[in-house]
């Protein structure tokens, strides 16, 4: 859609409403929830009214797109894991971003990777900049592009008498903020007479001015940009004359990188799977350094190869079948030795849960690695077979199916469960038993883990037990650290400040003695006596 075609009105209105809307919803005292649901679900509601006004169809594609991240956004009211609310509000935002990028237009499943790259960067630029065309439409009233806002009188200037108000008050407000201040500053007879006459608190005052303007501007800006469809050159359309490097030299570099993969192999073989028994009879090798030293940057190094793939291809210039074929023989080999390292990653995070327990770093780091060897397989299939353009589509939709995947599988109450399935494990007759339970990182679990937790509390050794009451209490009883406001509602923190209630007395009595008899008081550090694994 042409530029002509922006309703400069009507996006300045829906931008002023979201911007007062999240100036008031953002204030809550929690983390995000309700606020930031409403906040996605009122800018779909404006996408869509600014688009009946443009008479700008949306396709199916684009109402989808925005459906699921409309979806993503309800597991910041759904869940109370912080780090799984994280990764859903980025996906939302993902998912808003790409149909902005050709107004609404069908054209994710014709796409490529640098397309949708492209989506992204260009919608966080219009947001940053797009309000920019409308400054003068708003101060100065002229038009933007060939749509006149005008009403009656000289071309291109809004003569009509409410917008001159408002212009002319746009225009007083800084001056009368910078010159009231200095003169309050020069003069205390001033300054108290304004204090009795306003009793305003400046600060607060500005506090809300700044995070209304700053909201407005970045809604404006993007509702202008998905509106227009504006976009600068796509990526593969930046050069004129793409850049093309021969056989030899993508040759040479993936049979250097296959080379240290395979030395990695090789050398580590034994270590990548020869488990808990290479780990103990290892001078010096300690559980700790074999799985924590080594997973983060496994699981960094996968993730970077397919991406080198897919640049070593799409500059490579294949001039007949046999480079094609070569290219074809070291990605594949690559790709072979890219599936051992990630069993091998997966062989450390089972050695990690079999001796310390599970945490939200490794969960998500397996669930990763998980979706990476299925588009590892998706990769060979395409990519590899000369059939680049089928790889991008399927990748973005594998990308929304592994955040679904993670809010339903629901992290925090499977590693509770998991490590309290565990420390079920351990014998009571050993001395281990209260080893076998990282209690403080039980209590500090997201709030979808209390249900689980509430259940098994009673059942826990005697200092895991105080400590986990303990961290329920601190955090989700009457006098804990997590306040409630409509705002940041949210249902898991909800649910686990009720049940945490309907059981105070019993979690403090849990705090109040250790024993059986209650004969031994609960240490008060306790969370340090019983902290183990050291977990990342």
């Not at 305003?200 to 469809?229: K, M, N, P, R």
């Not at 993969?261 to 580590?268: D, H, P, R, S, T």
């Not at 209630?501 to 004969?519: D, F, K």
Request: aromatic share 10%.
């Amino acid at each position: 859609m042409p530029p002509a075609a922006l309703p400069v009105r009507a996006v300045l209105a829906a931008g002023l409403a979201l911007g007062i809307a999240g100036d008031v919803l953002l204030r809550g005292p929690g983390g995000p929830g309700l606020n930031f649901f409403l906040l996605f679900v009122g800018l779909g509601v404006a996408v869509w009214a600014l688009s009946r006004r443009a008479r700008l169809a949306l396709s199916r594609e684009a109402i989808v797109t925005l459906g699921v991240g409309v979806a993503f956004a309800a597991t910041l009211v759904l869940r109370g894991s912080e780090a799984l609310r994280f990764v859903a509000f980025l996906t939302a935002a993902v998912a808003f971003a790409l149909p902005a990028f050709r107004a609404g237009a069908a054209w994710l499943r014709r796409s490529g990777i640098s397309h949708q790259v492209a989506a992204v960067m260009v919608t966080g630029m219009n947001a940053l900049l797009g309000s920019f065309r409308l400054i003068s439409a708003t101060l100065v009233g002229r038009s933007v592009g060939n749509a006149s806002t005008a009403g009656v009188g000289e071309p291109g200037v809004d003569r009509h008498p409410g917008w001159a108000v408002l212009r002319g008050l746009l225009l007083a407000i800084p001056f009368l903020f910078l010159f009231g201040a200095l003169f309050m500053s020069a003069d205390r007879m001033f300054s108290d007479l304004v204090t009795d006459v306003f009793r305003l608190d400046f600060e607060q005052i500005a506090s809300h001015i700044f995070v209304t303007a700053v909201l407005t501007w970045l809604a404006c800006g993007y509702l202008a940009g998905f509106v227009t469809g504006t976009r600068p050159v796509d990526l593969p359309d930046a050069f004129r004359v793409r850049p093309r490097v021969g056989i030899v030299e993508i040759g040479i570099a993936l049979l250097l990188v296959d080379l240290l993969f395979a030395a990695f192999v090789g050398v580590q073989f034994r270590y990548l799977f020869g488990g808990s028994g290479m780990v103990e009879v290892t001078p010096g090798l300690t559980y700790a350094e074999y799985v924590r030293e080594g997973f983060g940057q496994l699981a960094l190094a996968c993730a970077l190869v397919l991406p080198s793939l897919l640049a070593a291809d799409w500059l490579l210039d294949a001039r007949g079948r046999r480079d094609s074929l070569v290219f074809r023989v070291l990605g594949g080999l690559l790709l072979l030795l890219l599936v051992v390292i990630i069993a091998s990653a997966f062989q450390r995070v089972r050695a990690y849960q079999a001796v310390y327990g599970l945490t939200e770093p490794r969960f998500y780091g397996a669930l990763f690695l998980g979706w990476l060897t299925l588009l590892t397989a998706w990769f060979a299939a395409t990519v590899l077979r000369g059939r680049r353009e089928r790889f991008a589509f399927p990748a973005l939709v594998s990308g929304f199916a592994f955040v679904a995947l993670l809010v339903a599988v629901n992290p925090d109450v499977r590693i509770a469960r998991t490590n309290l399935e565990r420390a079920a494990d351990v014998s009571p007759a050993t001395d281990r038993v209260e080893e076998a339970v990282d209690a403080r990182y039980l209590a500090s679990l997201g709030a979808d883990a209390v249900p689980t937790l509430m259940n098994a509390v009673a059942g826990l050794p005697a200092q895991p037990r105080c400590v986990v009451a303990r961290g329920l209490l601190e955090r989700w009883g009457p006098d804990g650290t997590r306040e409630a406001d409509w705002r940041n509602w949210n249902w898991a923190e909800a649910r686990a400040r009720k049940t945490v209630g309907a059981e105070t007395e019993a979690l403090r009595a849990m705090v109040a003695n250790t024993g059986p008899a209650g004969a031994r008081a609960c240490p008060p550090d306790a969370d340090e006596a019983v902290r183990v694994g050291d977990a990342p």
